[in-house]
């Protein structure tokens, strides 16, 4: 755009704001801001923006509005948000704040007023976190004392956004007065952070009643909040720091926060305040032996902060307060892992050298060793025998002061309503997952499989325990659900291996017999099918193969038994998650583990699968169906046993492809096709019809990203056709077998030209070349245009690179242009009107009803559904039409001379300059400014 129009354009939307009651688009003014914030893209616009001199002026004017009466507060916020983009460049800001008249910015020290509007303190804040960015900014909060008005949001109930941005602030702030070296204004600010903390006189009260408790933790919780954000933004406490001076030895507020320890009871501050005091005690650790890559920690360096740990920890159990101290000991390790990542930090005692962190993780995992030891079904002397292992095992590589805090916490969680305890233990575990490395993943995937061990109904003798059939109490449930997921989450993003962990090995073991309970959630269930699927891929090395048809009985034999089970479940997430499963069998009974074909056969999975893939009604199912069939395509047995039932499954796939009307289902159908057209050698008809069908798919269907899979299986048409004239890994082998002579034959130059010259003649007479010809043409989606292109330009290449191009000719009758083609590909979509029968909706309805008033037995559902499903998947009389009939075909000449002719690269180009117009900061300020409606063309049916 020319500088000018954007200039006058900014000018006509500063006017319109100043229009009475005029009210601005929340949805306009966001992305307007964020445009402005961020420019992802590099707009040219906006950069002359953020150069030019007259936005401010602009902007002061507008400002003049605010105090207007008749302006929306949508405006009000709008103006002050752009002003805090203004007041980004230094130099603005310091003519706002000189200019006398003007007390846009001054309305800051009013933030805390409760007649402001909560938007225009949310707007306020922006400016706020804007200014605090550049040492005007700073001079000018220090000068005025603002500063304090905006710390004093934090300390009433607020929205959670307001709150936290005013968090964000005080450490912001902070650390730019620790850059900038004002030693005084540090040591100002934190007296005034925690003043309450100061005149609360802690030391001096003997107790406290419940109100008054109460009372004093409403003012203490934001300042132990905003302390935390202070010393935990980005990880500053690993380098020694004036602001950690300063809290940590000048102020000691560890001191006054131990004092708030001891005479408050409120669960929610004694954790914040714990957090707090760990967080000070590491700076000061931190502060004394700075972290760099060279260093190295010794036994003493920390000391004080693993003494205050356990302290803390101990303090909390005599207090019998065992959720604060399983949320203390997560919050601790989360900190511990966020400042030191994987660095191994030693601590030893007299005895024993173990990690820190370790030791903390230890503490996390007592929940779950109490869940273990404290069940009740049907416990084996072998497995009993294998925990005490792996406690006594965990225990010798931790210190003695973990051992008596986990063994004070075992006894306490025991004396207490132990389940919810342990649900909230595994809950908090979660927040670890990203925490581990892959060693500690081992150790906390040990604990974990236990706790799936002990769930097992079937004991080591393949015997159902004692009471493994009584229903479990929902806490119960929602702690195997917790203790799943975190498991899936370890195997998929850690290297679990058996050389840590040789529980691995019986994984999918203990999960399968766990499926066989029967007050198993939908969610629990599919989890474990998708852990299933990952020990089946991951953990199961190719030797084993040799054993899965030798011990019929075990859970890698009654896999596909499962499969079928889960593959007919009422919720469609779990029918998701089995053929995923039947998925990942398939395509490892190809190569890696055959012995799987025989139980796909024996329970008839690929044939349960494409009657779900025909009649399911959910459309990711039949995705998940389709993927299956795809991968059956390449296994001759399972592809002979569906043929058996569905003889006509190709025509039916075709079916989908044309008809579904699910953009997700046709794509994976197209690409099902693709498999087929790989694997299989497809009749002379029904090719003829793919090829029609693959046509349409490519021209016509709306959905972008079918067109794209329709694209692909033109390019393995036309590797197909090469293969099969001989050339090997992209280049022609010197002599090749001739099929039509049946002699070995010489490829030379002029016997290389004659077989492409033959493969360009059949890609013509199959449409292909038509399809390429008219994406480039047409006004298509770019990353369609581009893949057509990039197999175009694959094929043209080839062709120029044994000068091809130049040996053909135009043939009189063919289309000599592009134009002259595509005016007569025709559109068929009435082909339903014409051969398709009568609908007999109210027959079948009638015969439904009647089956339902005659049925007199326990199987009336499944009647119904198997007679549904056998008149859903009956084949078509007739294979449906494609859409698109090809009157004239491109000939080779046709498309050798257009990409001969054509700069398709600059056209790209051009396309994705035009695309990121549309989103381009100019077309933003025409839809605010209603530019479309100009002379009152705009199209009422324009979604744009």
């Known amino acids: 755009m020319e500088k000018g129009q954007v200039r006058d354009k900014m000018r006509l939307l500063f006017k319109k704001l100043a229009e009475p009651n005029y009210v601005m688009s929340n949805y306009y003014a966001d992305r307007f801001i964020n445009m402005l914030r961020y420019d992802e893209h590099n707009d040219p616009d906006i950069s002359y923006l953020r150069i030019i001199p007259f936005v401010p002026e602009e902007l002061y004017d507008a400002i003049m509005c605010i105090d207007k009466p008749e302006t929306d507060i949508s405006v009000k916020v709008f103006i002050i948000r752009l002003l805090a983009l203004s007041c980004k460049k230094e130099v603005n800001f310091t003519m706002f704040v000189c200019r006398k008249t003007d007390n846009s910015v001054q309305r800051l020290k009013d933030i805390n007023s409760p007649n402001m509007h909560l938007s225009m303190k949310v707007a306020y804040m922006e400016m706020a976190l804007t200014i605090v960015k550049h040492s005007s900014g700073i001079s000018w909060l220090l000068e005025t004392g603002i500063w304090k008005e905006i710390l004093s949001l934090g300390n009433e109930k607020r929205t959670v956004f307001l709150v936290r941005q005013t968090y964000k602030f005080a450490a912001e702030f902070l650390w730019r007065l620790n850059d900038l070296r004002y030693l005084e204004a540090i040591t100002e600010v934190i007296h005034f952070i925690i003043k309450p903390l100061v005149e609360g006189h802690y030391i001096q ?230 925490h581990l490395s892959d060693e500690q993943a081992n150790l906390v995937f040990q604990s974990l499989f236990y706790a799936l061990k002990e769930y097992d109904p079937v004991d080591d003798y393949g015997e159902m325990k004692q009471d493994a059939s009584a229903e479990d109490s929902q806490d119960r449930v929602f702690v195997m659900t917790y203790v799943l997921d975190i498991v899936l989450s370890l195997v998929k993003n850690h290297n679990i291996n058996w050389h840590e962990s040789l529980e691995v090995i019986c994984l999918h073991s203990v999960v399968f017999n766990i499926l066989k309970r029967t007050n198993l959630t939908c969610q629990f269930i599919v989890t474990a099918l998708n852990l299933i699927a990952v020990t089946v891929k991951k953990f199961l090395p190719p030797n084993l193969s040799l054993l899965l048809e030798t011990k019929p009985g075990s859970t890698m034999h009654d896999l596909g038994k499962l499969i079928y089970m889960k593959m007919h479940d009422m919720h469609w997430e779990i029918r998701d998650s089995a053929l995923e499963l039947l998925h990942v069998c398939t395509e490892l009974s190809y190569i890696k583990f055959p012995p799987f074909q025989k139980q796909i056969l024996e329970n008839n999975l690929i044939n349960v699968a494409a009657t779900i893939a025909f009649n399911d009604f959910e459309p990711y199912v039949q995705v998940s169906a389709l993927k299956c069939l795809g991968a059956a395509s390449k296994v001759s047995a399972l592809w002979e046993q569906l043929k058996m039932q569905y003889p006509n499954v190709q025509d039916q796939i075709v079916s989908i492809l044309r008809e579904s009307q699910e953009g997700i289902v046709r794509k994976e159908a197209c690409n099902v096709l693709c498999d087929l057209y790989q694997n299989h050698k497809l009749a002379p008809t029904f090719k003829q019809s793919l090829y029609d069908h693959m046509v349409s798919a490519s021209l016509c269907d709306f959905h972008w990203e079918v067109q794209l899979s329709a694209l692909t299986f033109w390019k393995i048409v036309y590797k197909s056709l090469l293969t099969d004239q001989g050339m090997l890994d992209g280049e022609f082998p010197p002599v090749t077998f001739s099929r039509e002579s049946r002699k070995i034959v010489n490829l030379n130059a002029a016997e290389i030209q004659r077989r492409l010259v033959k493969i360009l003649n059949e890609l013509s007479t199959i449409g292909c070349l038509t399809v390429l010809v008219k994406l480039l043409h047409d006004d298509t989606e770019l990353e369609i245009m581009e893949y057509a292109h990039s197999i175009s330009n694959e094929l043209y290449d080839m062709l120029q690179k044994h000068k091809v191009p130049d040996l053909i000719k135009y043939i009189p009758g063919d289309a000599a242009t592009v134009e002259e083609l595509i005016s007569q590909i025709k559109d068929e979509f009435d082909w339903h009107n014409e051969e398709m029968p009568e609908v007999s909706s109210n027959a079948a309805s009638d015969n439904v009803i009647e089956s339902i008033l005659n049925a007199d037995d326990i199987n009336l559902l499944a009647n119904i559904y198997e007679q549904h499903m056998s008149l859903r998947s009956e084949p078509p009389p007739n294979p449906p039409r494609p859409r698109i009939k090809l009157v004239r075909l491109a000939s080779p000449y046709l498309f050798v001379n257009y990409l001969k002719t054509n700069d398709f690269q600059a056209i790209m180009d051009q396309k994705r300059k035009w695309n990121e117009g549309i989103r381009s900061f100019s077309s933003l300020l025409d839809d605010i400014l209603g530019m479309y409606q100009v002379k009152n063309e705009v199209n009422a049916l324009d979604c744009y």
């Open 205 to 434: 009260i003997e107790s406290l009643t419940s109100d008054e408790e109460e009372e004093r933790a409403k003012v203490l919780i934001p300042i132990t909040h905003m302390l935390i954000a202070i010393i935990s933004k980005d990880n500053r406490i690993v380098q020694p720091s004036i602001l950690m001076e300063v809290m940590v030895k000048e102020i000691k507020i560890v001191w006054y926060l131990y004092c708030v320890l001891d005479k408050i009871h409120n669960e929610e501050l004694l954790l914040l305040v714990s957090k707090s005091v760990f967080w000070l005690i590491l700076s000061k650790c931190l502060l004394i032996k700075p972290m760099t890559p060279e260093t190295e920690y010794g036994p003493d360096d920390f000391l004080e902060l693993g003494a205050t740990y356990f302290n803390t920890i101990h303090a909390f159990i005599q207090r019998r307060l065992a959720t604060t101290v399983l949320d203390y000991c997560t919050d601790c390790a989360v900190i511990w892992s966020t400042v030191f990542g994987d660095k191994v930090i030693v601590v030893t005692d007299s005895v024993k050298k173990s990690h820190l962190k370790l030791n903390m993780l230890f503490m996390c995992l007592v929940p779950l060793v109490v869940f273990i030891k404290t069940s009740t079904c049907g416990r084996t002397a072998t497995t009993t025998d294998y925990m005490y292992d792996y406690i006594l095992n965990f225990i010798n590589s931790s210190c003695e002061h973990t051992a008596k805090a986990a063994y004070a916490l075992r006894n306490l969680m025991l004396e207490l309503d132990t389940l919810p305890l342990i649900l909230r233990g595994v809950k908090k575990l979660t927040y670890l997952k990203h």
